[in-house]
């Protein structure tokens, strides 16, 4: 072959080349198009939940105890190659590693790690727990205890979760937009469950007197295995699996049931447990963090931009000179008032009548109203260096609330810019805050 004919060759395979990586390239872009177009269907819990959950079965997606704890304290997962598909094996492994709800303790989720399931649903309910005052506990379950006999049975706690956190009408407190609202309806509407030959909710209320022997236990045993549902995500699969949250509250045959005083300390261990995560990421192993560390924590899930996040840690530092530490005891109670922050705001509204500043006695005497317990002076005095804006010992407490809520909701309820140059930013900022 002369050297032309090989140049002729070579030019032809490198153009067949180009042409390959021009059309998988294209190729590439519709499957991102596609999975974008998706993704902008989903809720910011959702993607959270697909973006942490590191297991799967049957094609549904699971947060491990790990993924969930890492979900709700970091932003981004740990690294992994891929998702890890659990066998039969690994299921039943999970279920005798779950300890029962007598020996449940603040350490259980960190203890499991990934000896766990968590599906999407529940995911949701344990975000519900970590925003709950101690007096909307009752309440809680007894949302679950649907027929007042103040036991929770297996069967009425997987219908009344999926109920209460994936109907078919999705709150629109829970969507960035209308459209989207509309679109993720869609997935749990009607016409959606008929399309699949599921029973509409109207047909599956009638169902309920008509059970196999019209006893309501096979009424509800039906409802349950319904009311697991497929979409094109994995959040949700029509097959019933035993999660680690269902056999710590039922036992491994799911025949236990589940009373007001274990759930009441599932919930509190729970929060506690998050918050001592939290906490310990600064102390290293100290009894105090130093108030910037409080600081730090209180202003992580808010969006501020970093000359205001500076200013506010300048301020702490030029008013706090006399550094006492803040105990993990002092951060616990100050978390609590938090989820009262709705009644904190009633509170301070009759006491100000007009949203004036108030002082650190009016902050004090509130939020032992609130929350029945007292802050110490010195937690009291490091919030009023951060928030009091003029240095004239009164609270600005609008700004106040509004950061706290952030807060509160773990940056959820917040508008989080996440497209384009302005997801860059946040993403300089978030690491900015990280690393400071």
């Known amino acids: 072959m002369n050297y032309c004919s090989f140049s002729s060759v070579v030019a032809t395979t490198i153009e067949a080349a180009a042409k390959r990586s021009r059309r998988n390239s294209l190729s590439s872009k519709r499957e991102e198009d596609v999975f974008a177009a998706k993704a902008v269907k989903l809720t910011s819990r959702e993607r959270r939940f697909i973006k942490f959950a590191s297991v799967q079965y049957d094609g549904q997606l699971?947060?491990?105890?790990?993924?969930?704890?890492?979900?709700?304290?970091?932003?981004?997962?740990?690294?992994?190659?891929?998702?890890?598909?659990?066998?039969?094996?690994?299921?039943?492994?999970?279920?005798?590693?779950?300890?029962?709800?007598?020996?449940?303790?603040?350490?259980?989720?960190?203890?499991?790690?990934?000896?766990?399931?968590?599906?999407?649903?529940?995911?949701?309910f344990l975000l519900s727990?970590?925003?709950?005052?101690?007096?909307?506990?009752?309440?809680?379950?007894?949302?679950?205890?649907?027929?007042?006999?103040?036991?929770?049975?297996?069967?009425?706690?997987?219908?009344?979760?999926?109920?209460?956190?994936?109907?078919?009408?999705?709150p629109k407190d829970r969507m960035e937009d209308e459209a989207t609202r509309k679109a993720m309806e869609k997935i749990f509407s009607h016409a959606w469950r008929d399309k699949r030959g599921l029973p509409s909710e109207e047909d599956e209320e009638k169902a309920k007197s008509?059970?196999?022997?019209g006893s309501p236990a096979d009424n509800q045993e039906s409802q349950a295995e319904k009311d697991y549902v497929d979409d094109e995500q994995g959040l949700q699969r029509r097959h019933l699996v035993d999660t680690t949250l269902t056999t710590h509250f039922f036992g491994k045959k799911g025949k236990d049931e589940l009373k007001f005083e274990g759930f009441r300390r599932f919930m509190e261990n729970l929060q506690t447990e998050v918050l001592e995560l939290e906490f310990h990421e600064f102390s290293k192993g100290a009894e105090t963090i130093n108030e910037v560390d409080f600081a730090k924590i209180m202003l992580r899930y808010t969006y501020l931009d970093t000359d205001k996040y500076d200013m506010y840690l300048d301020r702490l530092l030029d008013r706090v000179k006399d550094e006492k530490g803040i105990t993990f005891e002092e951060f616990r109670i100050f978390c609590q008032f938090l989820n009262t922050l709705d009644d904190f705001v009633i509170a301070m509204r009759m006491y100000t009548l007009a949203d004036?500043?108030?002082?650190?006695?009016?902050?004090?005497?509130?939020?032992?109203?609130?929350?029945?317990?007292?802050?110490?002076?010195?937690?009291?005095?490091?919030?009023?260096?951060?928030?009091?804006?003029?240095?004239?010992?009164?609270?600005?407490?609008?700004?106040?609330?509004?950061?706290?809520?952030?807060?509160?909701?773990?940056?959820?309820?917040?508008?989080?810019?996440?497209?384009?140059?302005?997801?860059?930013?946040?993403?300089?900022?978030?690491?900015?805050?990280?690393?400071?």
Do not use: W
């Open 62 to 124: 699971y947060m491990t105890p790990q993924d969930f704890l890492e979900s709700v304290v970091e932003q981004e997962p740990r690294p992994r190659l891929k998702r890890r598909t659990l066998t039969d094996k690994d299921l039943a492994s999970i279920r005798d590693s779950t300890p029962p709800l007598k020996k449940g303790s603040t350490q259980m989720f960190r203890s499991l790690r990934d000896k766990g399931i968590i599906s999407f649903t529940e995911y949701l």
């Open 129 to 170: 727990i970590l925003t709950k005052p101690q007096s909307g506990f009752r309440i809680a379950f007894n949302m679950f205890d649907t027929d007042g006999n103040e036991r929770v049975d297996k069967n009425e706690f997987l219908v009344q979760i999926r109920r209460l956190f994936s109907s078919g009408k999705i």
């Open 210 to 213: 008509k059970g196999k022997d």
């Open 356 to 436: 004036h500043p108030i002082s650190k006695d009016e902050f004090h005497r509130a939020v032992k109203i609130c929350t029945g317990t007292s802050l110490s002076p010195h937690l009291v005095h490091t919030v009023f260096a951060l928030f009091d804006e003029d240095g004239d010992g009164l609270l600005s407490y609008q700004e106040f609330i509004a950061i706290m809520k952030d807060r509160l909701h773990r940056g959820f309820k917040s508008h989080a810019k996440n497209e384009g140059y302005d997801a860059f930013k946040e993403c300089v900022k978030q690491e900015l805050k990280s690393s400071s």
